[in-house]
């Protein structure tokens, strides 16, 4: 039998007093029984922790679709050390030596960005590994999060991608691109090659600045003076859409083509 891995190490540098306290608090292992909160180990002789209406380290009661067993942990593997080198100052050592919860990891690290360095950044790479030699299950990717957002990168669907790519230049077919849509007004771009160029030519300026760098004038055949906003949103890949509600609806609508590169959950 093989045994299977995913591990990774990195850390949250020069950290402050009140960061670290912050963290501390924050990675208890805490029970819920109405408005009370209880920290591990400290429930009353009184109360049953098995009937705790919910229980978790603290920092994750608002993460969507989080189901702990009592006495849960972080997910991961933790220490708050002193680096002997000066790189890294007082920071909190994240890893794992056998697997571990990028997700749980993730929403903690963005509420640490937004309490306290909401304009900066941090990432991670992890390896997916095989105590066995077995053909493909090993892999990868990494994770890069902001205050405002998390973005994951997987060896497997990178591989997807280029062979999608591949048959789709065999079959001579364009590159598939979805335009996300709200209120006539383009909110997102998809496209199975992230790297095309997408324009868009918008005549419907009111309540625009007219003094905007992307406001052009023009004037048409007739002589008339016309103005429009000229942009050039981000392109993001397809896989992207994966698990989405534009997902569902592009099925749901059986929309082969536009769908053809979106994996599934």
């Given at each position: 039998?093989?045994?299977?891995?995913?591990?990774?190490?990195e850390?949250?540098?020069?950290l402050?007093?009140?960061?670290e306290?912050?963290?501390?608090?924050q990675?208890?292992?805490?029970?819920?029984?109405?408005?009370q909160?209880?920290?591990?180990?400290?429930?009353?002789?009184?109360?049953?922790?098995?009937e705790?209406?919910?229980?978790?380290?603290?920092?994750?009661?608002?993460?969507?679709?989080?189901?702990?067993?009592?006495?849960?942990?972080?997910?991961?593997?933790?220490?708050f050390?002193d680096?002997?080198?000066?790189?890294?100052g007082?920071?909190l050592w994240?890893?794992?030596?056998?697997?571990?919860?990028?997700?749980?990891?993730?929403?903690?690290?963005?509420?640490?960005?937004?309490?306290?360095?909401?304009?900066?950044?941090?990432?991670?790479?992890?390896?997916?590994t095989?105590?066995?030699?077995?053909?493909?299950?090993?892999g990868?990717?990494?994770?890069?999060?902001?205050?405002?957002n998390?973005?994951?990168?997987n060896?497997?669907?990178?591989?997807?991608?280029?062979?999608?790519?591949?048959?789709?230049?065999?079959?001579?077919?364009?590159?598939?691109?979805?335009?996300?849509?709200?209120?006539?007004?383009?909110?997102?771009?998809?496209?199975?090659d992230?790297?095309?160029?997408?324009t868009?030519?918008?005549?419907?300026?009111?309540g625009?600045?007219?003094?905007?760098?992307?406001?052009?004038?023009?004037?048409?055949?007739q002589?008339?003076?016309q103005?429009a906003?000229?942009t050039?949103?981000?392109?993001?890949?397809?896989?992207?859409?994966?698990?989405?509600?534009?997902?569902?609806?592009?099925?749901?609508?059986?929309?082969?083509?536009?769908?053809?590169?979106?994996?599934?959950?």
């Amino acid at each position: 039998m093989a045994n299977h891995y995913l591990q990774f190490s990195e850390v949250l540098p020069h950290l402050t007093g009140d960061e670290e306290r912050w963290l501390r608090q924050q990675l208890e292992v805490v029970s819920l029984f109405g408005d009370q909160e209880y920290v591990k180990d400290s429930v009353p002789a009184g109360l049953d922790p098995a009937e705790a209406a919910w229980t978790g380290c603290r920092a994750y009661q608002d993460l969507d679709g989080y189901e702990p067993d009592f006495g849960e942990e972080a997910g991961f593997s933790y220490r708050f050390s002193d680096d002997p080198h000066g790189e890294w100052g007082r920071h909190l050592w994240l890893y794992t030596d056998e697997s571990g919860d990028l997700e749980r990891l993730a929403h903690l690290v963005q509420k640490f960005l937004r309490a306290f360095r909401p304009h900066q950044c941090w990432s991670l790479t992890y390896a997916t590994t095989c105590s066995k030699p077995r053909v493909g299950e090993f892999g990868g990717g990494a994770l890069f999060v902001t205050a405002d957002n998390i973005r994951w990168h997987n060896a497997d669907e990178f591989i997807q991608q280029e062979r999608a790519a591949v048959a789709g230049a065999k079959m001579g077919s364009a590159p598939q691109i979805v335009l996300n849509m709200a209120g006539g007004l383009i909110q997102d771009v998809y496209s199975s090659d992230p790297a095309i160029t997408v324009t868009v030519v918008d005549w419907d300026i009111d309540g625009c600045d007219p003094t905007d760098d992307r406001i052009v004038r023009i004037t048409d055949r007739q002589g008339r003076t016309q103005f429009a906003a000229v942009t050039s949103p981000h392109v993001c890949s397809l896989s992207e859409l994966a698990g989405s509600d534009t997902a569902a609806a592009l099925q749901a609508a059986s929309a082969e083509t536009a769908v053809r590169e979106i994996p599934h959950d």
